[in-house]
């Protein structure tokens, strides 16, 4: 007859066993081999960013794939947000939404052409637009940071999930995991860019928080589930870590609500896509990220010139921790007609 020690030996060893090989949301032993040989192969990241929010446009951007390739993209981010087949949570699903099935042809071609496809759910600020609450807070309005307040989102930009409330973590830590999963994916973009709510006056548990300790808190999270416990690379958007008046940025694309002191609270080993889309000669947060010990990987959009500026200004950092240059377009070009789009074409063949 087995001690009690006996059992909690085997209980432990089971639980040990189980968190190794195989656990919800780490990498599949291919991800991660994959992974690997592309860094080895890859120094620098010419990077694109899109939203994929249908079934339709995972296809239609499987099918541009050789054309990004040649012009040099390595790398794909596909904001996916709540527009998959969720299974943990079918609730969230819209209308029109990307299959597990389109998810893995999407990646097994996007490796055919060398490219890491890195999925994105856009976190923490970001859950409305306009009037249309997104899905998450739509279906959980208890998950919002100010709830029953700003109807019809009227006076607000984006409406935010509260960073402490436990039950919002556990619902979009099964969202990731399946996004991993049926993407193969190694890496993860967690978004993160423009929280403008936070430490609401609404909210019971952050009234008259830190917003800087909150905001780090929600990164730590995702930090702790995806790269601690899973090993997947992190991403996010580095506004909230950037002062406005300290770098001379505008209010979105840095920040005036006091979250910037998050950037010493969080971990150095994510890595944080810091979006400019002015033309300006210098660029300080691109540096002062760099300095703190970040792999720095600057975006760009629309217009040329001012992508042009980034880019050039971006080339001009000597620093190994300079990734390279990610491209976003916000909808402003069809999935067709990406790889002629020029601040693509006239941007990512320079990094070598
Ligand atoms: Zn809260």
Redesign the pocket.
Known sequence: MKTLAGWLLIAGLALAAGAQAGAAGAPSAEAAAWGKAWRTRNPVWRGLHLAVDTGRQAEQLQAELPRLAAVGVNVLIAEVDYSFDFQSHPELRPAQYVTRAQARALTAAARTNGIRLIPEINCLGHQSWAANTLPLLAKHPEFD?TPGQHPGNQGIYCRSW????PAVNECVFALTDELVEAFDADAFHVGMDEVFILA?EF?P??RGGDPARLFARAVNEFHAHLVERNQVEMLMWADRLIGAKATGNSEWEAAINHTEGAVDLIPKDIILCDWHYGKRTEYPSVPYLLGKGFRVWPAAWQPLDAARALNEFAHRQKDPRMLGLLCTVWGKVRIPELAAWPPVVETLPGWR
């Open positions: 940071e509260c960073p402490q409330n609401s909210c548990r952050c």
